[in-house]
């Protein structure tokens, strides 16, 4: 099985393509720094390539610093350079969800000081009492 499940933040926006031919096709490559697992807490860095509606979804919904939950696998490819053949290796996204909500990756991508979220604010407003006999439905 071939499957890779990575969460990290964009390094840069979504570069996007789209394929010549009768129905072109989005390609959208970029890249996600991963934070590693090891003493140092060093970061990886990996290459994403998402093709079609996910080429599209990146292009319009991922942006610099936004952290992604990405699931994919990995798609081996060569070229030649000065008479060498290079291998490298690119993450093909399946999947990709957003791993935080939009005012906290806004928050990191402009660098702006934002006040912390009340810890009981979900993004939800609360229910005035007495509105159940308002209500439509019940």
Do not use: W
């Not at 090891?38 to 998402?50: L, M």
């Not at 053949?85 to 791993?99: G, L, R, V």
């Not at 906290?104 to 407003?125: H, I, L």
């Amino acid at each position: 099985m071939n499957k890779c499940l990575f969460t990290g933040r964009l390094t840069k926006d979504p570069e996007v393509r789209y394929t010549q031919g009768e129905n072109p096709r989005a390609v959208a490559r970029f890249s996600l720094a991963i934070d590693k697992q090891d003493k140092e807490h060093n970061t990886g860095y990996i290459n994403v390539v998402a093709f079609g509606k996910l080429g599209e979804f990146a292009e319009k919904y991922l942006h610099k610093g936004m952290k992604i939950e990405l699931e994919s696998h990995v798609t081996p490819s060569s070229y030649e350079k000065d008479g060498r053949k290079i291998y490298t290796y690119d993450f093909q996204a399946d999947k990709i969800d957003f791993a935080e909500s939009k005012n906290a990756s806004q928050g990191n991508s402009t660098g702006s000081s934002q006040p912390a979220a009340d810890p009981d604010d979900d993004g939800f407003m609360d229910i005035p009492e007495g509105i159940d006999d308002e209500l439509p439905f019940n």
